[in-house]
């Protein structure tokens, strides 16, 4: 079946940017999704790509999709402290049904 | 919107008892999720309704898990009877329709002595 990978722990300092990076199998794939997870909270929708974008800017956010690798990432500008929470990427493709990876925790510290 | 509204926020209860958990999904949304958040596991699916009906139930678990959703503004998850390793946070997502993006509630924490 499909999957979606993510590393689970990323660590930054605060006004650095942040990375998070995702890895999917669906070649089906049409929308992308970053989903941010803050403690004892739900999942929050971030922001979502289509699969015939490459990139997607929403202020501190920058969406990277590469199609060819199934690679997308989130950048995260002046990473701040309130940026602490989990990030998790999620691919939906013809099952309707979206696939999540376990999330990526992303630490700020000062 | 007051968003996904789910009830309660924790439940504490004892093996072999029986856990009702309740979602109200976005008016207007004819799509609703069940899933279950773990460590181990990550978050799986349990069960999608759409207009009410029970469309993929193949993540529930087994059969001490059961969900219905006898309208648009209200469903249940049902755990009977429950054991330590449904200990877990349960959310309810809702969509539009199936394909469109889901918002999700703040979740129950569950917690099986």
């Known amino acids: 079946g499909e999957d979606v990978e993510q590393s689970l722990f990323l660590s930054v300092r605060e006004g650095d940017s942040s990375v998070i990076n995702c890895t999917y199998t669906d070649s089906s794939s049409t929308y992308l999704y970053w989903y941010k997870q803050e403690p004892g909270a739900g999942l929050q929708l971030l922001t979502y790509i289509f699969s015939n974008m490459d990139m997607k800017q929403d202020q501190r956010l920058t969406v990277l999709l590469n199609k060819k690798d199934k690679h997308l990432s989130l950048r995260i500008a002046d990473t701040q402290t309130g940026d602490s929470a989990i990030y998790f990427c999620?691919?939906?493709?013809?099952?309707?049904?979206?696939?999540f990876g376990r999330g990526t925790s992303l630490i700020v510290h000062p | 919107d007051a968003g996904v509204i789910q009830s309660p926020r924790h439940e504490v209860t004892e093996m072999g008892q029986e856990v009702t958990l309740r979602c109200k999904p976005i008016s207007g949304h004819n799509s609703l999720f069940w899933y279950r958040q773990t460590m181990m596991r990550g978050l799986e699916l349990l069960i999608y309704f759409n207009n009410n009906v029970p469309i993929d139930d193949s993540g529930m678990p087994e059969d001490r898990f059961s969900a219905k959703m006898p309208n648009a503004s209200f469903s249940t998850l049902k755990i009977q009877p429950s054991e330590p390793r449904d200990s877990a946070v349960y959310f309810c997502?809702?969509?539009?329709?199936?394909?469109?993006?889901?918002?999700f509630g703040p979740g129950t924490r569950l917690t099986v002595l």
């Open positions: 997502a809702s969509a539009v329709a199936g394909a469109d993006t889901q918002y």
């Open positions: 999620a691919e939906k493709g013809g099952s309707y049904i979206p696939t």
